[in-house]
């Protein structure tokens, strides 16, 4: 009996970082952290026990503050293809390396009426995501949204579905909206405007989840998706994943009082998993 070693891959897993860019009396801060992924010519460590070609993932770790030391991060895409070059150039035995940077967002605080220069609120759970992927041949780079929880109190149904014997789920013209946004797209251009673009994203996300006359939460990803894509024309293709977080009107009327559709109890499992993909054609 024999057996072949068809696919391997290591590396490290989540890195964190802050790095602090002092420039006069007005600091910038990168709160993120980093996955590194190696593939490439390391079956003798595990056929062989052989690890002469293996870097290790605490140098990998290593590598992700040295490099943040010399210059501050800025976008973690441009980030994140330093450090996919920095491998590739001085790892002959790598074929591929993938980068993925999750970052935690920031924002001054205000103090008169102007933002604190040295003062940062919490961006919440909300993270700007990025992906680079390179080869000796070519670099790809993704970004992303996640965490994004939105909620909506009107402008929403869901009606006209199919029923069956064990349908119990009630029509409704008028019902709460809520979900965690994560949002993926690829880049159709090699130096996109990365920072421009997430905030133009987001912003048409947003905005049209907002204003959008839903008829399910399957049409107003749609109609979000399609946004993204018509304002940010460096964009090739965006992924939309959306729970629907459920917020289920409690019957009041057992005590005597009337319903008006404004109490409700928000259930975190189980929930319905909407997503799809579009592609610019």
């Known amino acids: 009996m024999s057996f ?10 989540r890195v964190r970082l802050v790095r602090v860019t002092r420039t006069g009396p007005q600091h910038d801060i990168k709160d993120i952290s980093v996955d590194i992924q190696f593939e490439g010519d390391f079956d003798a460590i595990h056929t062989k026990g052989d690890n002469s070609k293996v870097l ?3 140098t990998m770790k290593n590598t992700v ?6 210059q501050p991060v800025g976008e973690i895409e441009h980030f994140g293809t330093r450090l996919v070059c920095h491998f590739l150039g001085n790892n002959a035995q790598v074929t591929a390396v993938k980068v993925g940077i999750s970052e935690h967002l920031w924002s001054r605080i205000g103090a008169e009426a102007r933002p604190h220069p040295t003062a940062f609120v919490s ?6 995501t990025a992906s680079v992927t390179g080869t000796r041949e070519r670099t790809t780079v993704s970004a992303g949204i996640e965490g994004l929880l939105v909620l909506r109190t ?8 199919l029923k069956d014997p064990y349908t119990t789920l009630p029509e409704t013209r008028d019902r709460i909206f809520a979900t965690v946004v994560r949002a993926d797209w690829d880049y159709g251009v090699e130096d996109a405007s990365f920072g421009l673009c997430w905030r133009t994203v987001r912003g048409a996300l947003l905005e049209t989840f907002g204003n959008h ?5 399957q049409h107003t990803l749609y109609a979000m998706a399609e946004a993204a894509l018509e304002r940010c024309d460096q964009l090739s293709e965006i992924r939309l994943s959306m729970p629907n977080k459920h ?3 409690f019957d009041i009327s057992r005590f005597g009082m009337e319903s008006r559709n404004e109490v409700f109890v928000p259930t975190d499992e189980p929930y319905g998993l909407i997503e799809a993909t579009l592609r610019r054609t």
Request: glycine letters at 12%; charged letters at 20%.
């Open 123 to 128: 961006g919440g759970n909300e993270r700007r």
């Open 56 to 58: 290790p993932t605490d």
């Open 247 to 249: 917020h289920l009107a």
């Open 213 to 217: 006359p839903s008829e399910s939460v």
């Open 65 to 70: 503050y040295a490099l943040a030391a010399q």
């Open 4 to 13: 072949e070693l068809v696919a391997n891959n290591y590396g490290k897993s």
């Open 154 to 161: 009107a402008g929403s149904a869901f009606d006209g579905y």
